[in-house]
């Protein structure tokens, strides 16, 4: 599932346990900043093989584990 492989890219690039709801704000709660918005992206685009445009990089289009997936699923 999509959503797990995500959750687990979020905790690599937080560097801790990603225990939030699937709707819950990553950067509210501290686990995204923008720096770690770009790390997200770069990851996304080599495992899902996508490719994420400037004008994409939008914090609230990956606010949450639910809109990533949901993006991604978009671009696949």
């Known amino acids: 599932m999509k959503q797990d492989r995500i959750r ?3 905790a690599e690039i937080a560097s801790k346990p990603v225990t939030v709801a699937t709707d819950e704000n990553l950067f509210e709660c501290g686990l995204l900043d923008s720096f770690g918005l770009t790390d997200l992206v770069t990851r996304l685009e080599q495992e899902y093989d996508i ?3 400037d004008g994409d990089l939008n914090p609230r289009k990956f606010e949450s584990l639910d809109r990533i997936a ?3 699923e978009e671009r696949v």
């Open 70 to 72: 949901a993006y991604v």
């Open 8 to 10: 687990e890219i979020v």
């Open 51 to 53: 490719r994420i445009p």
